[in-house]
């Protein structure tokens, strides 16, 4: 339902805020970090990406917690529309990171991306809004442009629909209590995201269940 809604209207604006508390719910920063390191292997990376990356908050919460070690990174999300509020942009700013923001549908990206590959790209509630064909397009275009690639998304398991029919206790509006349920439907188990990625010869491939409602894709060109 937040994909259709106007992004002015009061309940995206309410939905999205519930984002941030689902996002806190489920441990989402802890375990993207735990991704990143493995997926980076303690490089710090130069060029980082977000798909689907919302309002940026996430982005800019890792942000703050990475700037030490990874001065002056270029920062670029992509979203379908242009979410970023003026305090998100200016912190990444007071940390030396440029961010750059791409308004358009993730399919435009991958046809347009510029040539210089990202040292990581990520993903976090946004796969799951893709059918299996779509999925191995948009991994295509991804893994063509990176060097690394993390991804958190909804766990497709009966605690994860637990949770996500009790995210009214959160406060979370009528547009979040239905995309919570819907999400974990359309999320991921087992090797699913695995079998989606173009090949896995040069590239190394983790796809496990994380905390209680997520799970988890990394894949790290080797040598890269
Ligand atoms: C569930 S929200 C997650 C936002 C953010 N990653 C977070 O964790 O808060 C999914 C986001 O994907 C974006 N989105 C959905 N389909 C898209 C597409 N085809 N191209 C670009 N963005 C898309 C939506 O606008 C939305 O901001």
């Not at 999300?77 to 993730?106: K, N």
Request: glycine share 8%; charged share 25%.
């Amino acid at each position: 339902m937040l994909d259709v809604l106007p992004q002015a209207d009061p309940r995206a604006i309410r939905s999205r805020q519930d984002l941030r508390r689902i996002n806190r719910v489920m441990a989402t920063h802890s375990i993207l970090c735990r991704g990143i390191d493995a997926a980076t292997r303690g490089r710090p990376p130069r060029r980082i990406v977000e798909l689907g990356a919302g309002d940026g908050t996430l982005l800019l919460r890792l942000a703050r917690r990475r700037a030490a070690k990874w001065p002056g990174v270029e920062a670029t999300v992509v979203d379908r529309q242009d979410l970023i509020a003026s305090e998100t942009r200016q912190g990444f700013a007071t940390l030396g990171w440029t961010l750059r923001v791409v308004a358009c549908d993730v399919f435009e990206w991958v046809d347009e991306a510029d040539a210089v590959p990202y040292d990581l790209s990520l993903a976090n509630l946004f796969l799951h809004h893709f059918a299996d064909e779509a999925l191995r397009l948009l991994f295509s275009g991804v893994a063509a442009r990176s060097n690394a690639f993390v991804a958190c998304e909804p766990r497709r398991a009966a605690t994860a629909l637990f949770g996500s029919h009790l995210v009214g206790l959160l406060g979370c509006n009528a547009v979040s209590r239905n995309d919570a349920v819907l999400s974990v439907h359309a999320g991921f188990r087992d090797a699913e995201l695995t079998a989606a990625w173009p090949e896995t010869h040069s590239w190394q491939i983790d796809e496990y269940p994380a905390g209680l409602f997520s799970h988890c894709f990394l894949a790290t060109r080797r040598g890269g």
